[in-house]
Each structure stands twice: as C-alpha cells, then as structure tokens.
C-alpha cells in the first residue's frame, strides 16, 4: 500500500490531521492499535479553546458542536469556600466550548467514513522503519497478516504509550517531566450540572473540579492520593467528599445519581524534544503530556495537528520544506507555554503532602491576587481560552 502521510493513532489528533489533510487532497492512511468502538469508549476531557473550535470548523467537523456544544464565558474559583467568577468575555472577549473529547473524536470519524478515507483499526504490532530517509514505512499485522504501508511522511499521534516515540533512538530524544504525588477520580452522571460554569476548588482536604458534558450529563473530580484504587470510592463516598471541598451552596444544589463511569487519572507533565527525526513527527499526548487541571491536552493535541497540517500542505502545495522544518520549534514554544500554565494551576489547585502552613498561604495569595487584579484575572483568562497559535 502507498500514501502520502501514515498516521499511528486515531484519537483526536490522528483524525483532526486526516481530516485537514484530506480537505487539502492529501492521502492519508490511519493505523489503530484498537477498536473504533474503544476509541470512543474512553472518557476524556470536554473543555476546547477557540482556536481548537475553529480547527474543527476547517475540517469541517464543526456543525454539532456549534449546535450542542456549551459556549461558556468564564470559569470559577474556589478557595476553602470562597467563590469567585473570572468573566473571560469581559476580561479579553474570549470564551470556551464545552464538548466532549469523546464527540470530537466521533465527529471526526464520522467525516472520515464519509470522505471514504482509510483508517484501519485494530492494526497489530505498528512499527515504523527507514523515516531517517526518503521513503519511510509503517509495517502492521492485521487479522494476522503482515502488511507494508510506503509513505512520504509518519506522523506519530499514538499518545503517551504509543510505538512512535519509541521509535526515536533514545539519543535523539530528550525529555523533561514532572510526576505529581495524585491522580484525579472522576465520575461521569446522567444529572444536571451544579453550575452554569465550572467551578475550580481548592481545599485542604484537596483539588475538586465540578465540569460537565451537556446539559442533562456531569462530569465531577477530587484529588485522590497516587496509587489510589477505584474500588475505594463507592459513589456516597465520592459526594460526600466532594461537598466538602466546594462552598456551601454548591454542596447544597448538587444533583447526585449513580456514576455511569469512575475512573483515576495520574498527573503528569512530560515534553519531549524535538518534535521532528527526519520524515516522522509527533504531535498530541506522543509528544507532551500536561495535568488537566488547566484543560490543555486536547487542545494542544488539536493546535500540533492543525501547525502539522499547514506544514504538509506547504510541502505537497508550494514545493517548500519551510514549514515542515520548523514545526518542531513552531509547535514546542507554545506547548511550553501551555506546560507553564498547566503547571501552575495544579501547583495553586493542589494541596500536595509537602505543602506546609508557608506554601499553603501561598497558594491563598495567588487566589487573593487573581480575584484583587484585573491585571492578573486577565492573564488566567488569556491563558485559559488559549494562547494565540
Ligand atoms: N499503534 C497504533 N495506534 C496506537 C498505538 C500503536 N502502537 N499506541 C497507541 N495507539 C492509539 C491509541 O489507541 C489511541 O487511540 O493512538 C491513539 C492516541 O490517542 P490519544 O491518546 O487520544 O492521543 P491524542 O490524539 O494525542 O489526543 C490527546 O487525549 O489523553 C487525552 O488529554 C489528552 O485530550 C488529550 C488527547
Ligand atoms: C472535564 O470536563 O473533564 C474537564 C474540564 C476541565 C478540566 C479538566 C477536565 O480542566
């Protein structure tokens, strides 16, 4: 077999890469490890920035989204009860959109079947060969049966686990992380949200966010010690914990019901660098990891994919290896910005086993000073709704 651009992963970069590809007459080929069906079974994160929206819009994915996706116009914050709205549409005219990562990545699908492009699922044993040159090839075993893609470029969008970067000889690669000492247990529930908006919360006892899918669909978190297991957190012990980590009223207007999923999620920040070993990139959760506390992975995800794409299309449009050159150090500026940010607010969201009474009246000033000024409310808004691209 032979195209243009084989790309390893289906999750939302693999596909918004196909999708934009595509709708440059770009041949793309997508290799999965897993099913469709399990691809659209993991729940992840739900909060996209406007440049994210409009990605999806170029690939033209966007019509459900625009029509069931929430425009939020701020966020709030919690501090041991004390609540406070930052109105990102005031503070820089910018807003958010609540949509699934889950519905992204059926829509792109879905536009994927259509435009009749190939994706191949359950592929075993990816491995990637000869990228160092001209003529790369992406090697797979389908129904047991070993098969041959040639392409002119690979694009790694296999997530943290996938075969891509660990195709890269370690020598090439350097990588800078960060492992922090607990995971978030999230519980999906068919109840409506608490808030309009999410709210953010940090208590002693810990982190808790309340975010939601749709308007009839919830999606709540609290901070669990690492290495912690689900089977612990019965649903009354979930609520129970997280009434106590929000302000009165919040705890008082929750709408409980039986989680229809539970699950814990380590956090981490991880980049690797560069981005680019000769005809294979990386882009998404293969390159760069980031807590979700500050909801970057998707979009990050999304913005490499969509730099990637335009770097591609000047390579196959204008004949000019320009933006192919320089998507590494393109994409890894703002990633790094992204990291600094999904950093910081799980550094002030958090209460981590070491904080002592010092670090925790630390963490109350950057509250005090966010909610005191417009100057610093501004920079979360800035930071939150996304960074220019
Ligand atoms: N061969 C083929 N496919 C693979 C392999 C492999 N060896 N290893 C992993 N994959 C597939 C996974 O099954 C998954 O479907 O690659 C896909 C990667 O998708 P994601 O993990 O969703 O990563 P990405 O597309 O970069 O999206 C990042 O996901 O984790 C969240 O917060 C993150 O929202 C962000 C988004
Ligand atoms: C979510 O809804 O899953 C979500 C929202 C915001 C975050 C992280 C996760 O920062």
Same mark, same amino acid.
């Given at each position: 077999?032979?195209? /243009?651009?084989?790309?390893?992963?289906?999750?939302?970069?693999?596909? @918004? @890469?196909?999708?934009?590809?595509?709708?440059?007459?770009?041949?793309?080929?997508?290799?999965?490890?897993?099913?469709?069906?399990?691809?659209?079974? %993991?729940?992840?994160?739900?909060?996209?920035? /406007?440049?994210?929206?409009?990605?999806?819009?170029?690939?033209?994915?966007?019509?459900?989204?625009?029509?069931?996706?929430?425009?939020?116009?701020?966020?709030?914050?919690?501090?041991?009860?004390?609540?406070?709205?930052?109105? *990102?549409?005031?503070?820089?005219?910018?807003?958010?959109?609540?949509?699934?990562?889950?519905?992204?990545?059926?829509?792109?699908?879905?536009?994927?079947?259509?435009?009749?492009? =190939?994706?191949?699922?359950?592929? !075993?044993?990816?491995?990637?060969?000869?990228?160092?040159?001209?003529?790369?090839?992406? %090697?797979?075993?389908? !129904?047991?049966?070993?098969?041959?893609?040639?392409? !002119?470029?690979?694009?790694?969008?296999?997530?943290?686990?996938?075969?891509?970067?660990?195709?890269?000889?370690?020598? #090439?690669?350097?990588?800078?992380?960060?492992?922090?000492?607990?995971?978030?247990?999230?519980?999906?529930?068919?109840?409506?949200?608490?808030?309009?908006?999410?709210?953010?919360?940090?208590?002693?006892?810990?982190?808790?966010?309340?975010?939601?899918?749709?308007?009839?669909?919830?999606?709540?978190?609290?901070?669990?010690?690492?290495?912690?297991?689900?089977?612990?957190?019965?649903?009354?012990? *979930?609520?129970?914990?997280? %009434?106590?980590?929000?302000?009165?009223?919040?705890?008082?207007?929750?709408?409980?019901?039986?989680?229809?999923?539970?699950?814990?999620?380590?956090?981490?920040?991880?980049?690797?660098?560069?981005?680019?070993?000769?005809?294979?990139?990386?882009?998404?959760?293969?390159?760069?990891?980031?807590?979700?506390?500050? #909801?970057?992975?998707?979009?990050?995800? @999304?913005?490499?994919?969509?730099?990637?794409?335009?770097?591609?299309?000047?390579?196959?449009?204008?004949?000019?290896? #320009?933006?192919?050159?320089?998507?590494?150090?393109?994409?890894? =500026?703002?990633?790094?910005?992204?990291?600094?940010?999904?950093?910081?607010?799980?550094?002030?969201?958090?209460?981590?086993? !070491?904080?002592?009474? *010092?670090?925790?009246?630390?963490?109350?000033?950057?509250?005090?000073?966010?909610?005191?000024?417009?100057?610093?409310?501004?920079?979360?808004?800035?930071?939150?709704?996304?960074?220019?691209?």
């Amino acid at each position: 077999m032979r195209t /243009q651009v084989a790309i390893i992963g289906a999750g939302p970069a693999g596909l @918004l @890469l196909g999708g934009l590809l595509e709708k440059e007459g770009i041949d793309t080929v997508i290799l999965e490890r897993r099913s469709q069906d399990y691809v659209l079974g %993991r729940i992840r994160a739900g909060v996209l920035e /406007q440049g994210s929206v409009g990605l999806l819009d170029k690939a033209g994915v966007g019509a459900r989204m625009h029509a069931e996706g929430l425009v939020h116009d701020g966020v709030e914050f919690c501090f041991d009860g004390d609540k406070h709205r930052f109105d *990102f549409r005031k503070l820089i005219g910018r807003t958010v959109m609540v949509y699934g990562q889950t519905e992204v990545t059926r829509d792109l699908m879905h536009a994927r079947e259509l435009s009749g492009a =190939k994706t191949i699922y359950e592929a !075993d044993n990816v491995s990637l060969h000869g990228f160092d040159g001209d003529h790369p090839t992406v %090697r797979y075993v389908k !129904d047991g049966i070993e098969q041959e893609i040639v392409c !002119d470029y690979i694009a790694g969008c296999d997530g943290y686990h996938g075969v891509s970067r660990a195709s890269v000889p370690a020598d #090439a690669l350097q990588t800078f992380e960060r492992i922090y000492p607990f995971g978030w247990l999230g519980i999906l529930v068919d109840r409506p949200p608490v808030s309009d908006e999410l709210i953010y919360a940090h208590h002693a006892r810990g982190f808790a966010l309340c975010s939601m899918r749709s308007p009839t669909r919830s999606r709540y978190y609290v901070q669990v010690p690492a290495n912690e297991a689900v089977e612990a957190w019965p649903d009354d012990r *979930f609520w129970d914990e997280l %009434r106590r980590r929000v302000d009165p009223e919040t705890a008082g207007n929750l709408s409980t019901g039986p989680s229809i999923e539970k699950s814990i999620a380590p956090l981490r920040s991880f980049v690797a660098e560069p981005l680019r070993f000769g005809r294979l990139f990386l882009a998404g959760d293969a390159a760069h990891i980031v807590p979700p506390t500050g #909801a970057k992975g998707l979009n990050l995800a @999304l913005n490499d994919v969509g730099c990637l794409a335009d770097a591609l299309g000047e390579f196959y449009g204008e004949k000019s290896e #320009a933006g192919v050159n320089h998507y590494s150090e393109r994409v890894l =500026k703002r990633v790094w910005k992204a990291e600094r940010f999904s950093w910081w607010m799980t550094s002030i969201l958090h209460t981590f086993p !070491d904080t002592d009474p *010092f670090g925790r009246r630390m963490q109350r000033a950057e509250f005090d000073y966010l909610v005191g000024s417009e100057i610093g409310a501004r920079s979360l808004a800035e930071n939150y709704t996304g960074l220019p691209l």
